[in-house]
């Protein structure tokens, strides 16, 4: 066992040895292949050189004179660089060249040159070199290429690319396109047999079928249409119809050779006039010559027409069935048909050359209005007779320019406006607005509104065109259509400034009793007066304030006198140290305003005595000080009226019991005096309102003397007028006094200078130009008078005495009627004789007469004007109708035929559907006496038909119209805007549905046939829209805050919601309030504490010996409104600030006799800034009675720490929020004012009265007032509505009108919206739709034979239809038509009757057209790709003999492109029943139509009655084991259930060739993609058909594998190559591809938009 394993790993080891050694031989191999190739087999190296890309051209000049370079390396041809000396220095190519250094000017002397696509090629042409054949599914793509070069602008001279891709980047040079599979011409199913074309013996059954689709894009041809099938019915017992006879066609008209000949004889010989020489009474002479005048016009003389009559003939001849020609005599005929008649020989239109181009419609020169156009004619020389051509196109236009540079600017027009209208409030006021009945006074925002209109812009450019002797102040107005651009706006906010009102501080305290001059001191008179000041300043100055001073009369007046400033201390007498002394009293001299002057000025009055005084004894009762005295408690006196003022003293300690001076009573504490003494008789002085400026003579010669001419606007300039008003003295509560009870120091003036308006006349544009008459005429051709009018516009309004505008500003006038209308009619003259065809020519003809028998008719036909006068042939050919006939057939009457009148008119009827009608005619001459012609049943001399039954029905069509106001009823609003909502916008209207008028035969006849204007018209209503309405605004609440800033508040609730487009509500609350909160600023002084002196001591330990001891005194404190005069009335005490609340009591020691008694403490000192515990505040007292010996007085000073916030504070200024924007009250919007308050606060955040922080000097840099604006609620302002457009129809029951209007001013703010009804429309009265139409081609007649050339005929009907398309088409009298010209949808030619061919018996012929198949898209149905639509018919061929087949002409058919056509898809079926009349297999649409061609070309589907189901997917088949597969270059997709889903494409693999570009492919689709495909040399690249999915559509399996292998595989290889043949010396270098043979991969997926 050891041995065999050994062996058997010995095997192993050789076998693995062997392998080894393989692998070296193959390195060693290949590396020897690697050495050896260094040379090719053709002994060319294996190095090259290789360049880089061209550099940057570079250079100090712009153009040719640049240098540019480039990389150039030696390459070994597997891609990596070598050194130099490996490449043949001799094919070194240049690394620098010359070039073209492009700067950016050259921009545009340089551009792309674009050149037309190409032909589509497809891919696998370019691909392969010739085209591959593979499925076609929807379409090939292919590649389209163009010529794309750069050029020099200026010649097209080429020019380097490197130029403009400077500028512009290459445009694309390909792109990819879509070649449409070829389609197969389809055919529909045949047509059931027709029926033997033989009643006996062997004759043929025909089927038909039509082209439904014809062949396209190289698809295969049409099938054969018919198919034949022979049949025989029995044979034939007698002899078999064999012989037809045939008429040919006719000739070609010609005249008679000998014609001319013969005329010239017999003329020749009929020498004079017969008629003339017997003719001698000229009266007769004159009668005759003037009938040869009117004959002459009658005759066909016109230069226009050279109508000649001749003849052609045709030929009739007897035929066999088998189409070969026998003699005449074997055909038996009753009557043979003529073979000669008279015709007119054709002439083809003949026209002069061109006329001169006319001059060039535009006359002026502007680059951006639109060219002109110019026009050339030419006239007929000759019209196109009989068969002629008919003349080509008359007229012809080109656009142009004006020539030469003398042509003038053209005209431009621009939008100019009026001055603005007075600003108006009132219509921004809402409904409810309370001061729409009183609107004086309004002011704020508001709205202001302008005309505008258009004028000529450079009127001033060509005023040497219009030859102006002066020039116009304003343009003048065209009409508004010529002007372009946006319009200016009509309407625009505005400000009103509101009046600012006086505002006036309450009056100061009366002053003393003084003179009313003190220079002038003579009078005993005096007054006392009060004054009051303005605290903010009125519009228009103080004179608009009221008084600011009151008058009282007062008696013993005086200009200056003593004020007492203090007392000093009392100074006992004789040198005392108590008892009665002296105070002297320190003064000062004061003039009335209380202000101190010159001792000096007081000198006339004495200086106040020394007041007596008492300082106490130590024994003695002690008083403390007068109190100040009280406020006076009335302004004035009179007899029941007396002002009084009160003092106070309290009693501060008792006196001893013996010795001491005693305390007064009660009473002598108290002391009462009168005040005020002067009576009620308050005067003031009282101004009127300042009267109109007027001119003040003194300055108007000033003016005149100063020179003052007319300033540079023309206008005169403004001077200084005067102003003057009444002042009146007036006594309060009683009226007007003489003026000396008044002072005359404050009389206001009478008089003040002012400055005079300018004056401003009215300016008005000048009118415009007469608007153009329109010219109109009744259907009688006669002129309808219409007006034409001018206006002017008022550009400025007069004010301050202007002149006035005119009051004309629109005229009308009449317009001229016209003479004669605009329009051309033909005028046919009489028909000439009927002309026969000569005798000598159908003298050999049976039954011919030479006098009688068929002929020709020739009539004059010329051009009139509507009033008959005569026109140029030229304008009824533009302007008029059809052309009527000019020839006719007729026919002479032979001697045995009967003749008879034309039928007369049917007589009229009496009544609607009651009795009968009849015309009649009448036998002429001879054939009254001819038996044949009394016949009736033959010629009937009358008719008879019942009267027509005219009986109509309205009935009511289409929807109702939207409500419309109507017109006359509306208000014209201001300057051509409405406001919506306004009351002309809403309320009652009307709306319309349109009446149908139909007769019994439900056919539309005119509506006033019923009776009826057209329409049924209802009531309707536009409602109007309502504002959110809400309360007026409640009273302001009073301030938050009694000191300091503070806010109040006022509010609005909700009273009605808005509704049908009303004003908006503004934002509301939860409890739909609106709210206004503005700040406020309260006095802190204006409410005080008042304190009352303080009651008697209570003293608790009653010593009755010595009255003193603790003790309690009391007071009333009450809080009261501080006046100027002092406290007045008592309020609530919340008002006052409780901190500065005095004590109402306090608690004290009452001194004893002989102690030292002190007033009571003076106020405390204030602390000094900043506070700190270092500082202390004092408070002193001064002692009033000295003690006894052996006592002390207390401290008269007390003093005490500052501490911050208890008693020191620091003061700052506090500025509040801005408040809302504040409006006056008389305004609705616009400008207003936001205020905040300012604040003294102190440190611990009370606000404090603002003394406080003045006294500190405090800087104040804030704004208090801003200005501020609040949006205008403007309503939506809309256009007048436009005038109603045409009719979308001009008859019918479906046409509508309608008009518009636009929004001249958006809404804003809370102003009313717009409405969403721009546009409204109504239905347009209903008129019957009349057109004329053919009747169907009869059958074709040949006379009496039996077949060849025969004519067809049909009629020209006059139809009427309800315009719909869909109601049906009824045929009416022609009458109704006549106004309409005869033209069959758009073909002008009429064509009443065309030849045709009768096919003889047992002839193969071709059927007559079929119908246009409808209209089928080219398409991929599914994939979005169209290539248009078509329609087709044919001609298929029927045959009658079964010998004849081989003479059959070819089947034809023809088509024409239509749009809107159908996808359709075609799809092969399966029938799965044996031995049904059905084929097995077919080809269906997918419209369920049968058809013959169309479905795949693939081999169709073989009996799948085997497979279940059967397979109905596209591309699918049964296979022979019985399973569903897909046809070649589709894959299986299967369902969940294993059944086959779908046949997908095989994906195509593309690798196009080196140098295609990704992003420049593009589909789109071939022009012309039939033509033979070229295929483009040096493109290489290969297709391979993969089927990499599996039958779910993801990649199998294999994929992955297989690319993992050949991954590793080449690693591998790549690895063992380098090892092996590695050489140590050689430099190592990467490894570089070779971009040259970098392919781009390009894949089509399919999808068209790639």
């Known amino acids: 066992m050891g041995l065999g394993g050994w062996r058997g790993a010995g095997g192993t080891l050789r076998r693995r040895t062997q392998e080894t050694w393989y692998l070296l031989v193959t390195l060693l191999l290949w590396c020897g292949f690697w050495n050896a190739h260094t040379q090719t087999d053709d002994g060319k190296s294996v190095?090259?050189?290789?360049?880089?890309?061209?550099?940057?051209?570079?250079?100090?000049?712009?153009?040719?004179?640049?240098?540019?370079?480039?990389?150039?390396?030696?390459?070994?041809?597997?891609?990596?660089?070598?050194?130099?000396?490996?490449?043949?220095?001799?094919?070194?190519?240049?690394?620098?060249?010359?070039?073209?250094?492009?700067?950016?000017?050259?921009?545009?002397?340089?551009?792309?040159?674009?050149?037309?696509?190409?032909?589509?090629?497809?891919?696998?042409?370019?691909?392969?070199?010739?085209?591959?054949?593979?499925?076609?599914?929807?379409?090939?793509?292919?590649?389209?290429?163009?010529?794309?070069?750069?050029?020099?602008?200026?010649?097209?001279?080429?020019?380097?690319?490197?130029?403009?891709?400077?500028?512009?980047?290459?445009?694309?040079?390909?792109?990819?396109?879509?070649?449409?599979?070829?389609?197969?011409?389809?055919?529909?199913?045949?047509?059931?047999?027709?029926?033997?074309?033989?009643?006996?013996?062997?004759?043929?059954?025909?089927?038909?079928?039509?082209?439904?689709?014809?062949?396209?894009?190289?698809?295969?041809?049409?099938?054969?249409?018919?198919?034949?099938?022979?049949?025989?019915?029995?044979?034939?017992?007698?002899?078999?119809?064999?012989?037809?006879?045939?008429?040919?066609?006719?000739?070609?008209?010609?005249?008679?050779?000998?014609?001319?000949?013969?005329?010239?004889?017999?003329?020749?010989?009929?020498?004079?006039?017969?008629?003339?020489?017997?003719?001698?009474?000229?009266?007769?002479?004159?009668?005759?010559?003037?009938?040869?005048?009117?004959?002459?016009?009658?005759?066909?003389?016109?230069?226009?027409?050279?109508?000649?009559?001749?003849?052609?003939?045709?030929?009739?001849?007897?035929?066999?069935?088998?189409?070969?020609?026998?003699?005449?005599?074997?055909?038996?005929?009753?009557?043979?048909?003529?073979?000669?008649?008279?015709?007119?020989?054709?002439?083809?239109?003949?026209?002069?050359?061109?006329?001169?181009?006319?001059?060039?419609?535009?006359?002026?020169?502007?680059?951006?209005?639109?060219?002109?156009?110019?026009?050339?004619?030419?006239?007929?020389?000759?019209?196109?007779?009989?068969?002629?051509?008919?003349?080509?196109?008359?007229?012809?236009?080109?656009?142009?320019?004006?020539?030469?540079?003398?042509a003038p600017p053209c005209a431009t027009y621009t939008w100019r406006t009026t001055e603005w209208s007075d600003c108006r409030v009132d219509t921004l006021l809402s409904q409810q607005d309370r001061r729409r009945s009183n609107m004086t006074g309004l002011c704020g925002g508001g709205l202001q509104t302008r005309e505008v209109y258009c004028v000529q812009a450079n009127a001033e450019l060509q005023k040497y065109l219009n030859d102006l002797r002066e020039k116009e102040k304003a343009s003048r107005p065209v009409e508004n259509r010529l002007c372009e651009g946006p319009i200016p706006n009509r309407s625009q906010l505005c400000q009103i400034p509101c009046p600012i009102d006086c505002e006036v501080s309450p009056w100061a305290a009366w002053g003393p009793c003084t003179f009313e001059n003190c220079n002038d001191q003579t009078g005993k008179k005096g007054f006392k007066m009060r004054k009051r000041l303005i605290t903010n300043k009125p519009t228009g100055g103080p004179a608009n304030c009221p008084h600011l001073v009151e008058a009282v009369p007062c008696d013993e007046p005086s200009c200056y006198e003593w004020q007492l400033v203090s007392l000093d201390e009392c100074v006992p007498d004789d040198e005392q140290q108590c008892g009665p002394g002296t105070q002297l009293a320190q003064v000062q001299c004061v003039n009335s305003n209380g202000e101190p002057v010159d001792r000096n000025l007081c000198s006339s009055s004495s200086a106040p005595e020394p007041a007596s005084c008492e300082v106490p004894c130590s024994r003695d009762c002690v008083l403390s000080d007068w109190t100040s005295w009280s406020t006076c408690s009335q302004t004035c006196s009179s007899k029941t009226i007396e002002g009084k003022q009160m003092r106070t003293r309290s009693i501060l300690a008792y006196n001893a019991g013996e010795g001491g001076v005693l305390c007064p009573n009660s009473s002598a504490l108290q002391e009462v005096r009168n005040c005020n003494e002067h009576a009620c008789t308050v005067y003031h002085w009282q101004t009127g309102p300042w009267g109109p400026c007027t001119e003040d003579p003194a300055s108007l010669a000033l003016n005149i003397s100063a020179g003052v001419g007319p300033s540079s606007d023309g206008q005169a300039p403004c001077s200084t007028g005067m102003q003057t008003r009444k002042v009146i003295c007036v006594r309060v509560n009683v009226g007007q006094v003489p003026p000396k009870k008044c002072p005359d120091g404050p009389r206001p003036i009478t008089m003040r200078p002012c400055q005079l308006p300018c004056k401003k006349d009215c300016i008005v544009t000048p009118f415009s130009d007469w608007t153009e008459c329109p010219l109109t005429c009744d259907a009688a051709g006669n002129g309808v008078k219409k007006k034409q009018s001018r206006k002017r516009v008022i550009i400025q309004m007069p004010s301050n005495g202007g002149q006035e505008c005119p009051e004309v500003l629109e005229e009308d006038k009449d317009c001229e009627v016209p003479k004669t209308c605009p329009g051309f009619r033909w005028k046919t003259h009489k028909w000439r004789k009927c002309q026969l065809v000569p005798w000598y020519l159908r003298e050999g003809t049976p039954g011919a007469q030479e006098t009688c028998g068929p002929g020709l008719q020739t009539r004059a036909v010329s051009c009139r004007q509507l009033d008959g006068t005569q026109a140029d042939i030229g304008e009824c050919l533009k302007f008029a109708k059809a052309m009527p006939p000019i020839t006719q057939r007729c026919q002479l009457p032979c001697q045995d035929d009967c003749q008879l009148t034309n039928w007369s008119k049917f007589s009229s009827c009496t009544a609607d559907c009651v009795g009968v009608r009849t015309r009649k005619r009448a036998l002429i001459g001879r054939s009254k006496k001819k038996d044949k012609c009394k016949n009736t049943q033959m010629y009937p001399l009358s008719e008879t038909q019942y009267c027509p039954c005219d009986k109509y029905n309205a009935q009511p069509v289409g929807r109702w119209s939207d409500c419309i106001l109507p017109e006359g009823g509306r208000v014209e609003s201001v300057m051509g805007m409405k406001v919506q909502g306004d009351i002309k916008e809403c309320g009652q209207g009307y709306r319309y549905q349109a009446m149908a008028c139909y007769d019994q035969d439900t056919r539309l006849v005119e509506t006033s046939r019923c009776n009826s204007h057209g329409y049924i018209e209802e009531a309707c209503i536009i409602p109007c829209p309502s504002d959110c309405k809400l309360s007026e605004w409640s009273n302001w609440s009073r301030c938050s805050k009694s000191c300091g800033s503070g806010v109040k508040v006022r509010s609005k609730w909700l009273r009605e919601k808005p509704y049908n487009g009303g004003r908006p509500c503004p934002k509301l609350d939860h409890v739909n309030q609106v709210y206004e909160v503005v700040p406020?600023?309260?006095?802190?002084?204006?409410?005080?504490?008042?304190?009352?002196?303080?009651?008697?001591?209570?003293?608790?330990?009653?010593?009755?010996?010595?009255?003193?001891?603790?003790?309690?005194?009391?007071?009333?404190?009450?809080?009261?409104?501080?006046?100027?005069?002092?406290?007045?009335?008592?309020?609530?005490?919340y008002l006052c600030d409780p901190e500065e609340m005095p004590l109402g009591a306090r608690e004290s020691r009452l001194p004893c006799p002989e102690d030292c008694v002190l007033n009571d403490w003076g106020p405390w000192s204030r602390c000094s800034l900043p506070c700190t515990r270092s500082n202390n505040r004092n408070r002193t007292a001064y002692p009033l009675r000295s003690p006894s010996v052996g006592r002390e007085c207390p401290e008269t000073t007390d003093k005490e720490p500052c501490n911050l916030n208890l008693n020191c504070f620091n003061y700052f200024y506090n500025v509040t929020d801005w408040s809302t924007c504040q409006l006056s009250p008389n305004a609705v919007c616009g400008s207003g004012i936001k205020t905040r308050m300012l604040d003294c606060v102190r440190s611990d955040g009370k606000s404090v009265d603002m003394k406080f922080c003045e006294e500190l000097n405090l800087e104040r840099k804030w704004q208090m007032n801003i200005s501020c604006v609040v949006e205008c609620p403007v309503n939506c302002q809309l256009s007048e509505w436009s005038a109603w457009s045409d009719c979308t129809q001009t008859c019918g029951l479906e046409g509508k009108m309608g008009r518009q209007r636009s929004v001249v001013q958006a809404s804003q703010g809370d102003g009313r919206p717009c409405p969403s009804q721009m546009e409204q429309w109504k239905p347009c009265p209903v008129r019957p739709c009349y057109r004329w139409q053919y009747s169907s081609w009869s059958e074709c007649r040949v006379e009496s034979v039996v077949c060849g050339h025969g004519t067809r005929y049909r009629n020209l009907s006059c139809f009427v239809s309800d315009g719909s398309g869909e109601g049906e088409v009824s045929a009416v009298d022609e009458e109704l038509c006549s106004s309409l010209e005869v033209v069959v949808g758009d073909d002008k030619l009429i064509r009443l009757k065309e030849d045709c061919i009768l096919p003889c018996p047992g002839e193969c012929y071709l059927m007559e057209w079929s119908d246009w198949s409808p209209c089928v898209s080219i398409c991929v149905k599914g994939a979005g790709v169209d290539f248009g639509s078509v329609q087709v018919r044919s001609r298929a061929v029927l045959a009658q003999e079964p010998e004849n087949l081989l003479l059959c002409p070819d089947q034809v058919w023809e088509s024409q492109a239509c749009t809107g056509g159908e996808c359709y898809e075609y799809k092969w079926f399966n029938n799965g029943v044996q031995n049904s009349t059905r084929p097995v297999t077919w080809c269906q649409r997918s419209d369920g139509l049968n058809v013959t061609g169309g479905c795949p070309a693939a081999t169709p589907p073989v009996d799948s009655s085997s497979c279940e189901p059967p397979c109905l997917m596209p591309k699918s088949f049964c296979s022979e084991a019985s399973v569903c597969m897909c046809t070649p270059g589709f894959t299986e997709v299967l369902s969940t259930t294993g059944q086959l889903d779908q046949c997908a494409p095989i994906p195509i693999l593309e690798i196009p060739t080196a140098g295609d570009k990704k992003g420049d492919v593009k589909t789109s689709r071939a022009i012309n993609p039939t033509l033979p495909s070229t295929t483009q040399p040096g493109r290489t690249g290969r297709t391979w058909y993969l089927q990499p999915y599996g039958p779910d559509g993801k990649l199998k399996m294999w994929v992955y594998g297989v690319a993992a292998g050949a991954f590793v595989l080449l690693i591998f290889i790549v690895s063992m190559i380098y090892l092996a043949c590695k050489k140590p010396k050689r430099p190592q270098r990467q490894r570089q591809q070779n971009n040259r043979l970098k392919p781009l991969t390009l894949a089509y997926d399919g999808d068209t938009d790639m």
């Open 47 to 406: 190095y090259f050189w290789e360049t880089g890309p061209w550099g940057r051209c570079m250079g100090s000049d712009c153009g040719p004179g640049g240098s540019q370079s480039r990389a150039v390396w030696c390459a070994h041809v597997d891609g990596w660089t070598t050194l130099h000396t490996n490449c043949d220095q001799g094919q070194r190519p240049s690394n620098q060249r010359n070039c073209f250094r492009v700067c950016d000017w050259h921009k545009d002397l340089y551009d792309w040159k674009l050149g037309a696509w190409n032909e589509c090629v497809p891919v696998s042409a370019r691909t392969f070199g010739a085209p591959r054949q593979f499925p076609c599914n929807g379409g090939e793509e292919g590649i389209q290429t163009r010529e794309v070069g750069c050029i020099l602008n200026s010649d097209g001279s080429p020019a380097e690319d490197a130029i403009c891709e400077y500028f512009e980047p290459k445009p694309r040079l390909e792109q990819a396109c879509l070649i449409p599979c070829p389609q197969d011409c389809v055919v529909s199913e045949y047509s059931p047999w027709t029926s033997c074309s033989k009643t006996c013996g062997t004759g043929l059954r025909n089927r038909v079928r039509s082209v439904l689709v014809p062949p396209l894009f190289g698809g295969g041809l049409c099938p054969n249409l018919t198919e034949f099938q022979s049949c025989k019915l029995g044979a034939c017992t007698g002899p078999e119809g064999l012989f037809s006879l045939r008429v040919g066609p006719w000739s070609p008209c010609a005249l008679p050779q000998t014609r001319t000949a013969r005329q010239v004889k017999r003329r020749k010989g009929k020498g004079p006039g017969i008629r003339e020489r017997g003719v001698k009474d000229p009266e007769t002479r004159e009668l005759i010559q003037k009938k040869r005048t009117r004959n002459r016009l009658n005759r066909q003389e016109s230069p226009f027409w050279d109508i000649q009559v001749g003849f052609q003939t045709r030929e009739v001849t007897c035929i066999h069935r088998n189409g070969s020609r026998i003699g005449r005599s074997l055909c038996t005929s009753r009557d043979l048909p003529i073979t000669v008649q008279s015709c007119v020989l054709p002439k083809d239109c003949q026209v002069t050359d061109w006329t001169e181009w006319t001059p060039c419609s535009k006359t002026c020169v502007d680059p951006e209005s639109p060219r002109g156009n110019r026009t050339r004619r030419r006239q007929v020389l000759q019209f196109s007779v009989g068969e002629g051509l008919e003349c080509p196109p008359l007229e012809e236009a080109e656009p142009c320019d004006p020539q030469g540079g003398g």
């Open 1080 to 1133: 406020c600023q309260s006095d802190c002084s204006q409410y005080i504490w008042v304190a009352e002196p303080w009651s008697v001591w209570k003293v608790s330990n009653v010593d009755l010996k010595e009255n003193c001891g603790e003790g309690v005194q009391t007071r009333k404190v009450r809080c009261m409104l501080n006046t100027v005069d002092g406290p007045s009335e008592s309020v609530e005490d």
